[in-house]
Every structure is written in structure tokens, then in C-alpha cells.
């Protein structure tokens, strides 16, 4: 269980929250990643009146997250959880695959006590920096929680890891769980809490291929106007293992594109639909038959077939 005077390990990998501009007004034109972790950490004075440890895990930007960067984040988050003297564990992140790292640690950590992923959407320069805030509210959430299981915390909101999503592009409040919502509000350093935390799944590290080299490999195709399916063809003949179809609505398939699904299932390809909607997940079973990847965005499910095809594990 957390507690209030344990110690909190601070995981960077860069992102956002670590990135500069030449300029203060400058928010969009800006340099990912350049910041350490034991520099977010010396920008928020107020973490020195607890016990902090920082590590540097990977410093990129998370549109460059690899499977290799993954496997060795989870390694450490477990590794720190495992110590006794470890109330929690904060991950900061980049906000453009955030959705993907916190689902993946949801399913393969043993987390018996918090993880708590955070991010920003404008660089430290910025004269509307969100990330020492965001970084302030992680840690108190890692002190206080009381339970175990990934989240993430940001702009005062707590997320479940199985459940975020980005939604905009731009703005500070730039996650959702989509019908979830959710789990709690960060007050003036103090936890809210509204309903539980999703426990993780604990299949171990291994479950996640250790580099993307040794991934099956798993692409992401889309259904729209005029779709011909093209694409899936082209990837079946490329090697491809399985595909995840971002569908539309509530989970329709172009009939072109659905031929082509069927080609590539007959070949020995899996196949997965999830709903390109940014709310909602698909509802009731397809007419179809294809299997459904429930209220995970395509990204979420993407990484979901690439569990299931490497370990062979359950869904969750």
C-alpha cells in the first residue's frame, strides 16, 4: 500500500513535459525531450519535502515510443515497486502514445501499489507550462492513493491506464476515458477519488516482446468512403500478422475492406475491429463475426493483438 512518507521513484522517458522552445509564447514549435528528469524534478520545489528518486529511463519523443523502450519502462516500474521502501511509482511521458504505455503497463505490471503516468501538452519553456503542476499532482497521488494499479494524472484529473485516451490535439485538457470518466480530481495537492482504480492484470514483463525486432508484427488499417482494401493485401504479401480495422461507428466495415479482411483471415492473418470513434467502443456482437476489441481505441488494441500473438495471454 502507498504511504504518505514512502518514497516515490520518478521514471522519465521524455515528451512534452521535458521539451523547449527558443521561445516562451512558442508552443507548438518546440524540441521534445530535452530536459532530464532530475531537472522536472529540481523545477517543483515542492517535491523536496518528501522522498524522491529519479531515474532516466529513455529521453525521446514519445511519437518515437519502440516495444524495446516499453519492455525497459515496465522493467523498472516493477522493479521499483517491488521494494519495500517504495510507496509508488511516476512515470512522466510524452502525451502522443501515452494512451498505448499506460495500457501496456495496465496489463503486464504486478502493480500493487500506485503507478501514476503524467505528461504535459506544452514544453517547460512555455509561459502556460502544465508539466510541473501535472508532475506535482503525480506524486501526490502516488503518496496517497491507498491502492494499487495505473493511472494517469493530468490537468487535475485521474485517468485509469486501461481507459485513457487523447482527444485533442492542442488543448491542456486533452484526455478523456471516454464514457469511464474519471477515477478522481487532484485538489490543492489532495485526492478525490469518485470510483475505484482498475486493478492491472499482472501478466509480467515478458508477456511484452522485448524489442520490436522479435514483435509480431501488428498494422493498424482503417475503414472509410472508398475504401478498397488495397492496403490489407499489400500487407498480407508483406508478412503481416495481424490487423487491427479502426471501423466505423459502432464497429461497420466498408464492404471492400471487409472482402479484404476476410482474404487476409483465410490466409491465417487475426484479425481485430476497434471503433475509430474518439467515444464509445463497440457494442453487441458483429453480424460478422469478427472479433471486437470492446471500448479499446485502435491503438489500445493494436498493442492488445500484439499480447495476444506473442504470449498467447487472454483478453482482458
Not at 233 to 251: M, P, S
Not at 264 to 292: E, H, K, N, Y
Request: charged content about 15%; glycine content about 12%; hydrophobic content about 50%.
Amino acid at each position: 500500500m502507498a504511504s504518505s512518507i514512502g518514497k516515490v521513484v520518478i521514471l522519465g522517458t521524455g515528451g512534452t513535459i521535458a521539451g523547449t522552445a527558443a521561445s516562451a509564447q512558442d508552443n507548438v514549435g518546440y524540441s521534445a525531450a530535452q530536459l532530464g528528469v532530475a531537472q522536472l524534478v529540481a523545477a517543483v520545489p515542492a517535491l523536496a519535502e518528501g522522498s524522491i528518486e529519479a531515474e532516466q529511463v529513455a529521453q525521446i519523443d514519445s511519437k518515437d515510443m519502440t516495444l524495446a523502450v516499453l519492455h525497459r519502462l515496465a522493467q523498472r516500474v516493477q522493479a521499483h515497486l517491488d521494494r519495500p521502501e517504495v510507496a509508488g511509482v511516476v512515470v512522466t511521458h510524452g502525451t502522443d502514445t501515452l494512451e498505448e504505455t499506460a495500457f501496456v503497463l495496465h496489463r503486464v505490471l504486478h502493480a500493487h501499489k500506485p503507478v501514476v503516468l503524467t505528461a504535459a501538452m506544452r514544453p517547460a519553456t512555455s509561459l502556460q507550462a502544465d508539466g510541473p503542476q501535472n508532475l506535482l499532482d503525480a506524486v501526490s497521488v502516488a503518496r496517497a492513493a491507498g491502492q494499487g494499479g495505473v493511472v494517469a494524472v493530468i490537468g487535475a484529473r485521474v485517468w485509469a491506464g486501461a481507459e485513457l485516451r487523447k482527444v485533442h490535439s492542442y488543448r491542456l485538457d486533452a484526455f478523456s476515458a471516454g464514457d469511464a470518466g474519471p477515477l478522481g480530481w487532484i485538489e490543492e495537492g489532495v485526492l478525490r477519488a469518485v470510483r475505484m482504480w482498475p486493478a492491472a492484470q499482472g501478466l509480467g514483463v515478458d508477456a511484452l516482446p522485448a524489442t520490436d525486432e522479435a514483435a509480431p508484427w501488428v498494422a493498424v488499417v482503417t475503414s472509410h468512403a472508398g475504401a478498397r482494401g488495397r492496403e490489407v493485401d499489400a500487407l498480407v504479401a508483406a508478412g503481416v500478422r495481424g490487423l487491427v480495422v479502426a471501423a466505423t461507428g459502432n464497429g461497420t466495415l466498408h464492404m471492400q475492406l471487409e472482402s479484404a479482411l476476410r482474404r487476409a483471415q483465410d490466409a491465417g492473418v487475426q484479425v481485430l475491429r476497434a471503433s475509430r470513434c474518439a467515444f464509445g467502443g463497440i457494442v453487441g456482437d458483429s453480424t460478422s463475426g469478427w472479433p471486437s476489441a470492446g471500448a479499446l481505441t485502435p491503438a489500445q488494441a493494436r498493442i492488445e493483438l500484439v499480447l495476444r500473438l506473442h504470449g498467447h495471454t487472454a483478453a482482458p
